[in-house]
């Protein structure tokens, strides 16, 4: 079968199932709810010696919708990945324009395949990761931000940093 077009089907599975979870839960914001795109700026391997999965330009991309997120990215083994994840404990704050939170996300990735100790059949891997950033609202609606997470590993975790682009519903 063609590569190109077996990667289209799983992604487009991926998303169908993406798009079926978001309908049955709903999650609840104070902050009301927010549209983000997310796109990585750099990746760090802590211990970049010992770890052959040490690819740095991972181009994460991701949308956010509330608690929920969605992306797609090459991996640290040079492949290329979905993720499907949930800020499963938040911490949303804010005061005047500036908006601040942390807190613990939960997700699975394809494209690992049994490389990583959480992989679940070769299929997908699981993860959590702590995350904290800031954003600054220009108006009621528009904000500009950025994230750090830590996503722990194997081999001592990977750190990321990224920049967003926000809307407010």
């Known amino acids: 079968m063609n590569k190109k077009f077996d990667r289209r089907q799983r992604f487009g599975k991926f998303i169908s199932l993406f798009f ?15 549209f983000q795109i997310w796109v990585s700026a750099k990746t760090y391997h802590v211990d970049r010696e010992n770890d052959e999965a040490n690819f740095e330009q991972n181009q994460i991309t991701s949308i956010f919708y509330d608690r929920w997120f969605f992306g797609s990215f090459i991996n640290s083994y040079s492949r290329r990945s979905e993720i499907l994840g949930y800020h499963y404990w938040y911490y949303p704050h804010q005061q005047d324009k500036l908006f601040y939170h942390y807190g613990v996300s939960l997700a699975i990735a394809t494209g690992y395949g049994r490389e990583l100790a959480t992989n679940i059949d070769g299929v997908v891997t699981v993860g959590i990761s702590p995350f904290a950033g800031v954003k600054y609202f220009f108006d009621d609606k528009w904000a500009l931000g950025a994230d750090v997470l830590y996503i722990p590993t194997d081999n001592g975790g990977v750190f990321v940093s990224g920049v967003n682009l926000n809307y407010r519903f």
Do not use: M, P, V
């Open 20 to 34: 079926i979870i978001i309908c049955s839960f709903q999650t609840i914001s104070a902050e009301g709810d927010i």
